[in-house]
């Protein structure tokens, strides 16, 4: 006798045999085989006198389960590649920047892609990018301990910058620090001077010894130098290593406009505080930097191969509108723009010489990104060797002061 438990097959094996005798059988006799069909698979009445129904063609929702991907895992192979070059970007920047890309990689022989799945990852979507390479993506949560020192001096003659600040001049830039302090703040250690274009999202970052006055403006003035355009405006944060004299004689003498966002809003300087951990957490962490040695190797990055990866590689969204959607407005929508590079948004502003122009397109001809991925890397290793140099330095000193002593040192934590 059939059991009530029977497997899936063996349901469908008895329905097909049951089946022809019930659309056969007078209704005393449908009566009693409908209540044993029910009481031997376990169907509810109402849904087996439907799938014995003549009119009824049975399929189960379980069969054919698998599910179908138009990019295979050769595809996404390929993805994982060019993602790992453009430095794991999320798909609403990755996917305007493919086509482009792919080609680049090509051009220099980094990527070996059969024209097929070349063609198919051109016109990918960024959710199913995001959805494909979900399984790859890890995220790193790290707590940044701020050393901004409030500057008092000279408040009242910068203005505080609001929305009347003209934000769609090239060279309008938000400034701001980054401090490789480790877990102490005490002592001279390398800070990160950051500066980014609202308008084009174009970063320049210079390491400093220190946050004294005048390197501070030494490092803005070697930014100012490698930028594509004019520098005409700058809006740092309250930190007394901006709101001083004589930052604000520089500005004065060289016609650059000076703004200061509002105390511990942080939300005022949103730009540069996205870029402090794109161009500086991101690439070196937060350890303790504080060497001759260590502030050499973190200025060649970004002067050469972080600058290049960065403005001529790796997109960006800017916000072109918030609306209140739902009943009664209570959710906000934001509305981006298609993902581009600092490269692409200085091409496309009106207010850059065709000369300049002309250079950045020469310059971005000659550039390979896994190049200079890998250059980043080796001398991301270099700095590494050199700092752990210096830790056992400083451990063999303690040693040799007091031999009898048991070693705990730690100089800060590791990256």
């Known amino acids: 006798m059939v059991t009530k438990h029977m497997s899936l ?12 005798r019930y659309l056969k059988a007078a209704k005393p006799e449908k009566s009693i085989m409908l209540s ?35 990019y295979t895992k050769e595809d996404i192979y390929y993805l994982k590649q060019i993602w790992e070059v453009m430095d794991y970007s999320c798909g609403q920047r990755l996917a305007p920047q493919l086509p482009e890309v792919i080609a680049k990689l090509i051009q220099f022989k980094e990527l070996k892609i059969p024209e097929t799945a070349a063609e198919k990852l051109k016109r ?11 399984n790859y993506r ?85 930014i100012k130098d490698r930028l594509p355009f004019p520098l005409l405006a700058i809006d740092p944060d309250n ?18 406009e000076f703004t200061r966002g509002r105390p511990y809003a942080k939300n005022d300087n949103a730009h540069i505080e996205q870029k402090n951990w794109t161009q500086v957490r991101k690439v070196f962490g937060y350890g303790r930097r504080e060497t001759a ?27 072109i509108q918030k609306k209140r959607v739902g009943q009664n407005g209570e959710k ?37 990104p896994a190049e200079l991925r890998r250059n980043i890397q080796a001398k991301l290793e270099k700095l590494s060797r050199a700092n752990k140099i210096i830790i056992n330095d400083i451990i063999n000193q303690t040693v040799v002061l007091n031999p009898a002593a048991k070693v705990t040192f730690s100089r800060h934590r590791t990256n």
């Not at 698979?41 to 138009?70: E, F, Q, V």
């Open 9 to 20: 097959p063996a349901r469908r094996e008895y329905l097909k045999r049951e089946k022809a």
């Open 36 to 70: 044993e069909f029910c009481q031997n698979t376990g169907y509810n009445k109402k849904y087996a006198i439907r799938i014995l129904a003549a009119g009824h063609s049975y399929k189960d929702k379980c069969l054919n389960r698998k599910i179908h991907y138009t």
């Open 124 to 134: 990918i979507s960024s959710s199913t990018i995001d959805e494909r390479l979900k």
């Open 138 to 222: 890890s995220e790193l949560r790290r707590t940044i301990n701020s050393t901004t020192k409030p500057g008092s001096l000279i408040k009242k003659q910068i203005p505080i910058r609001t929305s009347s600040w003209d934000e769609q001049r090239i060279g309008c830039c938000e400034l701001d620090t980054v401090a490789h302090a480790g877990d102490n703040a005490a002592g001279e250690f390398i800070v990160s001077l950051d500066l980014t274009d609202i308008l084009t999202g174009w970063t320049e970052t210079e390491a400093v010894l220190g946050k004294a006055q005048s390197r501070i403006i030494a490092g803005l003035e070697n």
């Open 239 to 256: 930190g007394s290593e901006f709101i001083n004299w004589q930052l604000w004689q520089y500005c004065l003498d060289r016609s650059i």
């Open 293 to 319: 040695a260590e502030l050499e190797i973190m200025n060649d990055l970004y002067r050469n191969e972080i600058r290049l990866y960065k403005n001529f590689f790796m997109a960006s969204v800017k916000l």
């Open 332 to 368: 906000i929508k934001r509305i981006y723009d298609q993902a581009k590079t600092p490269y692409q948004r200085v091409l496309e502003c009106d207010q850059v010489s065709e000369e300049v122009k002309l250079k950045l397109r020469e310059r971005y001809a000659t550039l390979n």
